[in-house]
């Protein structure tokens, strides 16, 4: 729900030209929430950073339309 509403208000209130998140591939639990909140993976190339001294692709969703 968190993300839902975050999303709402940033179209309503920022307007900004799309919302985007960046999430972790092998996080299925958090790609779940986008797809409920209305983000689709988009076709970007992957973001690869790494953290905590593994490699982290990100990839992006954005919010449908």
Do not use: K, Y
């Not at 929430?33 to 076709?43: G, I, N, S």
């Not at 970007?44 to 990100?58: C, D, F, H, I, T």
């Amino acid at each position: 729900r968190a993300v839902r509403l975050a999303a709402e208000h940033t179209v309503r209130e920022i307007r900004p030209r799309r919302v985007v998140l960046r999430i972790d591939a092998a996080n299925a639990a958090s790609e779940a929430v986008a797809r409920a909140c209305a983000f689709e993976l988009t076709d970007e190339p992957p973001v690869r950073r790494v953290s905590r001294g593994r490699e982290v692709v990100l990839r992006t969703w954005r919010l449908r339309p």
